[in-house]
């Protein structure tokens, strides 16, 4: 048996910015894509969706000052 729900455009927008965070997309194509006036406002609404990569920035500062290259 099917089961109908009743979806809102404004829930199956959210749906869409956050498979579009999991398959990658970086902020200012989010931005582009929900026609958001800054990436400010879109990292504000949908910021927590983004994995949390401070550690691999720190490894990748590390790697460029140990190896020499500025």
């Not at 829930?11 to 026609?35: F, P, V, W």
């Amino acid at each position: 048996m099917w089961e109908v729900y009743d979806f809102k455009l404004h829930e199956l927008r959210h749906t869409a910015a956050s498979l579009a965070i999991q398959a990658g997309a970086n902020i200012k194509a989010l931005q582009n894509m929900l026609g958001h006036e800054s990436a400010g406002l879109t990292l504000d609404r949908y910021g927590h969706l983004y994995p949390s990569d401070v550690e691999a920035v720190g490894v990748a500062i590390n790697n460029m000052l140990t190896s020499g290259i500025t």
